[in-house]
């Protein structure tokens, strides 16, 4: 037997040596999947299928990487290298550069990035004289990158009723038209944003047969990682491309479904059966990651979806702690409670910042544990925040290596035609981007034209904008003849960006020379590396590898010992040790918008189902029984979610659920042969049609504080229990030290502080 047989277990070892045929591995959470799909190439390449003919999809580029890391060391680096793996988009942009005559692309096309979209969209919004307030440039886009992974075009688009109703309830009715404008701006520069770079492969392979036949005949086996977050653009690329062979392989589960707002359909991985009658279904059930507990406590609470491919999954780690849930007063103690619990269980147990995760539903939740975190001293990283290319110095000196790729992108002409200054100004460029409007051509088309001169530019402006091009030559001369490094520098120091930010003598002018300084130090790492590797090291190569990153390639090495806060939707995919899913509240998770339809409730219960099977040893689930919304305190309930946990396997105090709200928790006690029976009776919500309502104001009754004494016991609406540690001042300005339990010792003026006096 193969030595990377002898660590897997029966279920994993069938679904990495059954290779023929269609396959559905149905991977639970914490199950080994990545290991079962890597081990299946390095088993088809070990029985002597060619590497180029095999095709391997992930969703990112770090997962990529790994994985032929992993394959190298099986069956040698030299063999992995061949395979074609990668991301969707960064797969089939090379099949788009190869093919790319077929569509009227350059080979050397450049990719958007969002804010790069949304700026063309502002544009044309602002030259069609649409109100701009109406016609937000990201709900715009979200609408134009839905039709496309729907595979509808502009003109399919203007025929479809029902966006086209859906566009005038929103109040964009012309949506249709900006559309069909963006994708023609984009093609005259030469450019495809990331939907493009799908449904330009659909189209590719619709309308050239022969091409499809060339990838079909390539590819004998396929295989494809987390397919249950596939939109229908990705489903049918595969679809097609498998059709001759038939030996496609899917991974993924349909329980960890939940990025139905970026297209992804749960259906293609719940109807694999019906597209590949016949197929193998492999199911990886014992969770490796988990503690029994917390494998138990997800498992109850997936269980209530109807919509599933039913597995039972198990874990044969320590029984572990249960999953706690913690009541916080107000949004602040939540964040004061888990900071402290951190900073308790860092110390007692020696565990370092990185064992910790903070989750929660929406991005706007950071604020208050941010600063929890800060008054704490304990470093910390936001997940999913400003990427480092997304900074402006790094982003001006992308824009003039895109222009030396592609000097028809015009986007990237705009954004540093006159940076570093060089006295082309908004009149010149209104006079040019009209030219390049009336004649239907691009920017630098116009620039190039001898007959310049005729479009009321003076001599000495003529002559900037004459350098300028001379300047984006002379660097797209150099492209073949100097590797990535060398042109980087290269381009760095001749554009005068260097210079520019070595004249800013400022601190933050400073970290802008720093970020180019590590821009540039990243640009020798992927040369050097990609020379060692034998493959192609030329700017190119690293300006797409830089516009097909997700947040998960952007992590830094100096931001790994942090304590983690991100959206659970970024968390799926990784694990810790430590997590705390925050914020578990009616309104908030699920959200109002959730509870309309079984549907989208079950996605947000599978959202949940995630959140817990992050933690390897212990999960935390909080919520607060107050916070502001719209500038008002109102009253939060517990989710709904926290019910559906069965009860044997959390450590809960039922009084946290105890409220003069309706509707009111219920209980009962757990069914026999449970696990941990002797803890307290689970809670069962009993929600209705008000849970989607506003949540009413909360109702504190405050206590005449006139007689208040230190010792005493307090409490307050926000801040929970403390003690009152001294009195000072005179009336009305009386003031009252209080050290709360979790929020910390605070000075409180007493006619405006409402307190509740306990003793």
Partial sequence: MQDYLKGLNEAQRSAVVETDGPSLVIAGAGSGKTRVLTFRIAHLLSEGVKPYRVLALTFTNKAAKEMKERIGSVVGQHIAGSLWMGTFHSIFARILRYESKHLGYPSSFTIYDSQDSKNLVKSIVKKMKLNEKAYKPGSVLARISAAKNDLVTPVVYARDVNRMTHDKASQMPMIHEIYARYMKECYKSGVM????????????????????????????????????????????????????????????????????????????????????????????????????????????????????IQKNVFSANDLGNPVRVLKAYSDVEEGFLITNDIFEKRMKEHLEYKDFAILYRTNAQSRVFEEALRKKNLPY?????????????????????????????????????????RGI???????????????????????????????????????????????????????????AYELAAEVASASGIMKDLHNDKSIEGQGRMDNIDELLNGIKDFTDSKQEEGEPAKLVNFLEDVALLTDQDNEKADDINKVTLMTIHSAKGLEFKNVYIVGVEEGLFPGTQSTDSEKNLEEERRLFYVAVTRAESNATISFARSRYKYGELTYSRPSRFIGDIDQAYLDVNPEDFVSNEKPQPSFRKPGLGQANSNLKPRIRMNYTSEAGQSKPKINFNASNTSGLQAGMRVEHERFGQ???????????NVKATVKFNNAGQKQLLLKFAKLKILT
């Avoid at 403390?722 to 009305?732: L, T, Y």
Wanted: charged share 25%.
């Fill in 193 to 308: 944003d990331f939907d493009d770079l799908l449904l330009n492969t659909n189209i590719l392979f619709r309308d050239f047969p022969d091409v499809l036949k060339k990838y079909q005949d390539q590819f004998d086996f396929i295989m494809v990682d987390e397919y249950q977050d596939t939109n229908y653009s990705q489903y049918l690329i595969i679809k097609k491309l498998a059709e001759k062979h038939k030996n496609i392989c899917v991974v993924g589960d349909d329980a960890q479904s939940i990025y139905s707002f970026r297209g992804a359909k749960i259906e293609n991985i719940l109807n694999f059966r019906n597209d590949y009658p016949g197929y193998k279904l492999f199911k990886l059930e014992q969770n490796y990651r988990s503690s029994q507990n917390i494998v138990n406590a997800a498992n109850s609470i997936i269980e209530k979806n109807k919509g599933q």
């Fill in 722 to 732: 403390g003690e009152v540690v001294s009195i000072e001042g005179v009336a009305p």
């Fill in 381 to 421: 990283k936001i997940y999913g925040g400003l990427s480092f290319y997304q900074r402006k110095e790094i982003k001006d000196l992308l824009a003039y290596f895109r222009l030396t790729i592609n000097p028809a992108d015009q986007e990237a002409l705009k954004r540093v035609i006159n940076y570093p200054a």
């Fill in 425 to 483: 100004g908004k009149t010149t460029m209104d006079k040019l981007i009209l030219a390049a409007d009336s004649s239907d051509q691009s920017l630098w088309n116009i620039l190039i034209n001898p007959n310049i001169s005729q479009l009321g530019i003076n001599a000495g402006t003529q002559k900037k904008l004459a350098n300028f091009v001379a300047l984006i030559a002379q660097f797209k001369a150099q492209l073949e003849n100097l590797s």
